[in-house]
């Protein structure tokens, strides 16, 4: 073969590859679909998506094909429970793809079962690419005699790391701020290992999102619905086990002489929980996957962007969206500390006065004190009459000082006469027709604290009409006291129970139990509107569709592990959190830093401002610092770590957090020592041409920045753009 030959071969085989590159695998078999983010290829026969690229972040996401997964049902049938449907042994009847090419439908008929034979299901399933990410929908008609309990789409079964040198971690949604797991080289089992056969990963995020990435890059994998009518978790499984088990090392993921003639691989696993019954047919919600350059924060924006054509904040007193701080009052338990009768809570409104306090939690008010009788609101003739917490009521808000009443519906009290003569029938109830009962919590006493006579709860089921007309009618109870809000605790859960199984609440059988918390909320909004407009709904760290309707979300946070995924997510949402030290200004910086409110809470929410004056002087000083800068540091974008870089002895410094502001084109960073030592810091804020100034809140004039500047331990300073 001559030179000429040779070469005009390899000149094809170039222009082979590159026709490949740029048009698509030339493979008879596959389905793409391609943008210049990313590339999805779905096998003809079975739809499985056997390759999945992020094109914009240089990850392959899925990458051996002959680990593709299409979806997965669970259809119990009798003495057979564990009976699931698995895609990839399922043959397409058909598929289609539309006109712009940006779109594939599947359609799959009569299922192949794994122990019940072939089921009287019909799927559509949906691959639509566009600028929001790959999203995935599903249709499913059930024929069949069973119900299916749960799909799993879309399914990804070779789950990959981009790069060796950086971890994989899962980022999630928790309570009050970002939850982290590892993923791959260590893989923790988060699910008890009894009841699986390889480690696995279960999580449910009150159908948000995940982050699947590494410090520089990840693929955005989120629920786009707020319907609430299912329950969603994001499955993760190590097949075919640990390497090496005593450090949960996973490796790349184990070698195959370790697994036998197993591939070793992650698999991922969206699971929908639609309980579709004989004859009814049921869509899924929406999961949108999408690939994501640098760190997690850019994954975040995705939602954020996605959120932007839902979300809209709810009705607000204007008093609540002012720089300010509350102190939290626990007056009465279970274990009848009666520690305030009602009278005397006037000398809480005048702390509060005195020390620029804008508003009171009240907890512990209801007859039988906090977490007992719920859901009663009545008033404890204990602690004096209901006109005696009237009066106090108008008293302290005449100096200026708003009363929230804490409230609670979640649940009721199972020992009480109520509940077993009415409640019971608003109870949630699970597939045996029982009830769930909540641990509850231990107050004060040896023997309660022991757990021996704890109050127990039971969860009530919010979709029931007749137990929300009960809630309404206790909700009136705060406003005719004359308070100015309150505040829903634990409204964010519902003590493990997920779905209803009773047939007389007019419901679906089973119905998720998320799915009432917003007509819950919306009938309280239309009590308030009719009769006080102002009054103020808040709750224990709401989820993202209830901040449409309750304007502040309490939470406790530990400022030292913190990362303040919520107050990413949302700049301008009103979050308070606990400030409980003698001296606790680690978390009052922490609060500045974060742009959350103080509840005060000396002595765990029991004792009186005066009890901790280092912290309340303190305290006072930050709120004072951010009102006078509230350009930046209240009315401006927080924008987390992006924007700056800090350093300390050439090391960076993560313990700062940046503000643009309000109006103008120029930025702040809060720069907090948590150290018992002096630090020097060095600040470079991104493509400044301003000159900088920094204050703290020891001195709230402006002082030139020179570049780099000390701070004292346990102290904060704001360097700005003048």
Same mark, same amino acid.
């Given at each position: 073969?001559?030179?000429?030959?040779?070469?005009?071969?390899?000149?094809?085989?170039?222009?082979?590859?590159?026709?490949?590159?740029?048009?698509?695998?030339?493979?008879?078999?596959?389905?793409?679909?391609?943008?210049?983010?990313?590339?999805?290829?779905?096998?003809?026969?079975?739809?499985?998506?056997?390759?999945?690229?992020?094109?914009?972040?240089?990850?392959?996401?899925?990458?051996?094909?002959?680990?593709?997964?299409?979806?997965?049902?669970?259809?119990?049938?009798?003495?057979?429970?564990?009976?699931?449907?698995?895609?990839? $042994?399922?043959?397409?009847?058909?598929?289609?793809?539309?006109?712009?090419?940006?779109? #594939?439908?599947?359609?799959?008929? +009569?299922?192949?079962?794994? &122990?019940?034979?072939?089921?009287?299901?019909?799927?559509?399933?949906?691959?639509?690419?566009?600028?929001?990410?790959?999203?995935?929908?599903?249709?499913?008609?059930?024929?069949?005699?069973?119900?299916?309990? !749960?799909?799993?789409?879309?399914? #990804?079964?070779?789950?990959?790391?981009?790069?060796?040198?950086?971890?994989? *971690?899962?980022?999630?949604?928790?309570?009050?701020?970002?939850? @982290?797991?590892?993923?791959?080289?260590?893989?923790?089992?988060?699910?008890?290992?009894?009841?699986?056969?390889?480690?696995?990963?279960?999580?449910?995020?009150?159908?948000?999102?995940?982050?699947?990435?590494?410090?520089?890059?990840?693929?955005?994998?989120?629920?786009?619905?707020?319907?609430?009518?299912?329950?969603?978790?994001?499955?993760?499984?190590?097949?075919?086990?640990?390497?090496?088990?005593?450090?949960?090392?996973?490796?790349?993921?184990?070698?195959? /002489?370790?697994?036998?003639?197993?591939?070793?691989?992650?698999?991922? &696993?969206?699971?929908?929980?639609?309980?579709?019954?004989?004859?009814?047919?049921?869509?899924?919600?929406?999961?949108?996957?999408?690939?994501?350059? /640098?760190?997690?924060?850019?994954?975040?924006?995705?939602?954020?962007?996605?959120?932007?054509?839902?979300?809209?904040?709810?009705?607000?007193?204007?008093?609540?969206?002012?720089?300010?701080?509350?102190?939290?009052?626990?007056?009465?338990?279970?274990?009848?500390?009666? =520690?305030?009768?009602?009278?005397?809570?006037?000398?809480?409104?005048?702390?509060? !006065?005195?020390?620029?306090?804008?508003?009171?939690?009240?907890?512990?008010?209801?007859?039988?004190?906090?977490?007992?009788?719920?859901?009663?609101?009545?008033?404890?003739?204990?602690?004096?009459?209901?006109?005696?917490?009237?009066?106090?009521?108008?008293?302290? %808000?005449?100096?200026?000082?708003?009363? #929230?009443?804490?409230?609670?519906?979640?649940?009721?009290?199972?020992?009480?006469?109520?509940?077993?003569? *009415?409640?019971?029938?608003?109870?949630?109830?699970?597939?045996?027709?029982?009830?769930?009962?909540?641990?509850?919590?231990?107050?004060?006493?040896?023997?309660?604290?022991?757990?021996?006579?704890?109050?127990?709860?039971?969860?009530?089921?919010?979709?029931?009409?007749?137990?929300?007309?009960?809630?309404?009618?206790?909700?009136?109870?705060?406003?005719?006291?004359?308070?100015?809000?309150?505040?829903?605790?634990?409204?964010?859960?519902?003590?493990?129970?997920?779905?209803?199984?009773?047939?007389?609440?007019?419901?679906?059988?089973?119905?998720?139990?998320?799915?009432?918390?917003?007509?819950?909320?919306?009938?309280? &909004?239309?009590?308030?509107?009719?009769?006080?407009?102002?009054?103020?709904?808040?709750?224990?760290?709401?989820?993202?569709?209830? @901040?449409?309707?309750?304007?502040?979300?309490?939470?406790?946070?530990?400022?030292?592990?913190?990362?303040?995924?919520?107050?990413?997510?949302?700049?301008? %949402?009103?979050?308070?959190?606990?400030?409980?030290?003698?001296?606790?200004?680690?978390?009052?910086?922490?609060?500045? $830093?974060?742009?959350?409110?103080?509840?005060?809470?000396?002595?765990?929410?029991?004792? &009186?401002?005066?009890?901790?004056?280092?912290?309340?002087?303190?305290?006072?000083?930050?709120?004072?610092?951010?009102?006078?800068?509230?350009?930046?540091?209240?009315?401006?974008?927080?924008?987390?770590?992006?924007?700056?870089?800090?350093?300390?002895?050439?090391?960076?410094?993560?313990?700062?957090?940046?503000? =643009?502001?309000?109006?103008?084109?120029?930025?702040?960073?809060?720069?907090?020592?948590?150290? +018992?030592?002096?630090?020097?810091?060095?600040? @470079?804020?991104?493509?400044?041409?301003?000159?900088?100034?920094?204050?703290?809140? *020891?001195?709230?004039?402006?002082? $030139?920045?020179? /570049?780099?500047?000390?701070?004292?331990?346990?102290?904060?300073?704001?360097?700005? *753009?003048?």
């Amino acid at each position: 073969m001559n030179k000429y030959v040779l070469k005009v071969i390899t000149i094809s085989v170039i222009l082979f590859s590159i026709i490949i590159d740029t048009f698509g695998t030339l493979n008879q078999n596959v389905i793409t679909l391609e943008n210049n983010d990313v590339k999805a290829v779905f096998d003809k026969e079975t739809g499985a998506l056997v390759e999945l690229s992020g094109k914009s972040n240089d990850w392959q996401f899925q990458q051996r094909h002959e680990l593709g997964l299409s979806f997965q049902l669970l259809v119990p049938a009798p003495d057979k429970r564990n009976n699931p449907v698995f895609g990839v $042994k399922q043959k397409l009847k058909k598929y289609e793809i539309s006109a712009d090419k940006n779109t #594939i439908t599947f359609y799959w008929e +009569k299922l192949q079962s794994e &122990r019940a034979g072939v089921l009287d299901i019909n799927i559509i399933g949906k691959a639509n690419l566009d600028s929001m990410g790959l999203t995935f929908d599903m249709k499913i008609e059930n024929n069949s005699l069973y119900t299916i309990e !749960a799909a799993a789409f879309p399914a #990804i079964g070779d789950l990959s790391r981009p790069n060796l040198e950086e971890n994989l *971690e899962c980022m999630s949604v928790g309570y009050s701020g970002m939850d @982290k797991l590892p993923i791959a080289p260590v893989f923790f089992n988060k699910i008890g290992y009894y009841g699986v056969d390889n480690p696995t990963i279960a999580l449910n995020t009150n159908n948000q999102f995940i982050l699947l990435g590494t410090p520089s890059k990840g693929f955005y994998i989120g629920c786009h619905d707020i319907s609430q009518k299912e329950m969603l978790t994001y499955n993760i499984e190590l097949k075919p086990g640990y390497g090496l088990s005593y450090d949960n090392w996973a490796g790349e993921f184990a070698s195959k /002489g370790e697994a036998g003639e197993e591939t070793p691989r992650l698999e991922l &696993r969206v699971w929908h929980f639609p309980y579709i019954n004989p004859s009814e047919t049921a869509s899924l919600s929406p999961i949108v996957i999408k690939p994501y350059n /640098g760190s997690w924060h850019a994954g975040v924006d995705i939602y954020k962007s996605w959120r932007k054509t839902w979300f809209h904040y709810p009705q607000t007193p204007q008093w609540a969206k002012e720089v300010h701080s509350w102190q939290q009052i626990h007056i009465n338990s279970p274990e009848d500390e009666l =520690r305030c009768q009602y009278k005397d809570l006037v000398k809480y409104g005048e702390d509060c !006065a005195k020390y620029g306090v804008k508003a009171i939690q009240l907890t512990g008010w209801n007859n039988g004190g906090q977490d007992k009788n719920n859901p009663s609101h009545d008033t404890d003739p204990r602690l004096g009459s209901w006109q005696d917490l009237k009066d106090a009521i108008a008293r302290i %808000e005449a100096m200026g000082v708003r009363v #929230i009443l804490f409230n609670k519906y979640t649940w009721a009290d199972r020992s009480t006469e109520w509940f077993r003569n *009415e409640l019971i029938k608003y109870a949630v109830k699970d597939p045996y027709g029982d009830y769930p009962v909540y641990h509850g919590y231990q107050y004060q006493t040896p023997t309660q604290l022991a757990d021996i006579n704890t109050i127990r709860f039971v969860p009530m089921c919010q979709l029931s009409p007749q137990w929300r007309d009960i809630a309404n009618k206790e909700f009136m109870k705060s406003i005719d006291l004359g308070a100015s809000g309150m505040l829903y605790d634990e409204n964010q859960h519902h003590g493990g129970a997920t779905y209803c199984w009773d047939k007389s609440h007019g419901h679906h059988v089973p119905a998720y139990v998320f799915e009432g918390d917003m007509p819950l909320v919306n009938g309280f &909004r239309e009590i308030t509107n009719n009769l006080k407009p102002d009054f103020l709904l808040s709750g224990e760290d709401s989820y993202e569709i209830q @901040k449409t309707q309750y304007s502040v979300s309490y939470y406790r946070m530990n400022p030292f592990t913190h990362i303040p995924l919520k107050r990413y997510i949302d700049p301008y %949402e009103l979050i308070m959190v606990q400030v409980i030290g003698f001296n606790d200004r680690a978390m009052i910086n922490a609060c500045l $830093k974060y742009r959350y409110i103080f509840s005060y809470e000396p002595y765990n929410f029991k004792g &009186r401002l005066s009890d901790f004056p280092l912290t309340i002087n303190y305290g006072q000083k930050i709120d004072s610092l951010r009102t006078t800068y509230k350009d930046y540091l209240w009315d401006g974008e927080f924008r987390d770590i992006l924007g700056a870089t800090v350093t300390s002895n050439g090391n960076p410094f993560d313990s700062y957090a940046v503000y =643009r502001h309000a109006t103008e084109n120029k930025n702040a960073v809060v720069i907090t020592n948590n150290n +018992k030592e002096e630090i020097e810091v060095e600040v @470079k804020i991104d493509n400044s041409n301003h000159p900088l100034v920094y204050v703290s809140p *020891e001195n709230m004039g402006k002082i $030139k920045f020179e /570049g780099k500047l000390k701070i004292k331990p346990l102290s904060v300073i704001v360097v700005m *753009e003048k």
